[in-house]
Nanobody, 125 residues
Framework: EVQLVESGGGLVQPGGSLRLSCTTS????????VGWFRQAPGKEREGISC????????SASDSMKDRFTISRDKTTNVVYLQMNSLKPEDTAVYYC??????????????????WGQGTQVTVSS
C-alpha cells in the first residue's frame, strides 16, 4: 500500500527556514506524482507544488515560488519542501500526497488519493 510520512515541522521565527520531508513507500516512484499541501485553521487545503518521480515538477504559486522549493531524492524516494523566509501566515499543517497523475499545475487535493498524516509548521515570534 502507498505510505507517506511527513517530518520536519516545528516552531520557527519569522524569516527562518525549514525543510520538510515526505518519506514514501509502497508504490512505483517513477510512475507517481507527489504533491505538497497545507491547511491553516478554518481554511481549505491549499496546493503548493508537485513533482514527478520521473523528474518533472511544477513550481509553487506566486506567493511562494521565491520561498518554497520542491525536490526529490531518487535513491531514497524522499520528497522535500524547502521553505525559506517564513512568515506567520505560513502557519499550517503541511501534507504530502501521492497519486498516479500528471504534475502540470498547482496540485489539487481532490486529485490525490493517498495522504500522509501531516506535520505542523508554526511561524511565530
Amino acid at each position: 500500500e502507498v505510505q507517506l510520512v511527513e517530518s520536519g515541522g516545528g516552531l520557527v521565527q519569522p524569516g527562518g527556514s525549514l525543510r520538510l520531508s515526505c518519506t514514501t513507500s509502497g508504490f512505483t516512484f517513477n510512475d507517481y506524482t507527489v504533491g505538497w499541501f497545507r491547511q491553516a485553521p478554518g481554511k481549505e487545503r491549499e496546493g503548493i507544488s508537485c513533482i514527478r518521480g520521473s523528474g518533472g515538477s511544477h513550481s509553487a504559486s506566486d506567493s511562494m515560488k521565491d520561498r518554497f522549493t520542491i525536490s526529490r531524492d531518487k535513491t531514497t524516494n524522499v520528497v522535500y519542501l524547502q521553505m525559506n523566509s517564513l512568515k506567520p501566515e505560513d502557519t499550517a499543517v503541511y501534507y504530502c500526497a501521492a497519486d498516479r497523475i500528471r504534475c502540470i499545475g498547482t496540485p489539487l487535493s481532490g486529485d490525490f488519493d493517498s495522504w500522509g498524516q501531516g506535520t505542523q509548521v508554526t511561524v511565530s515570534s
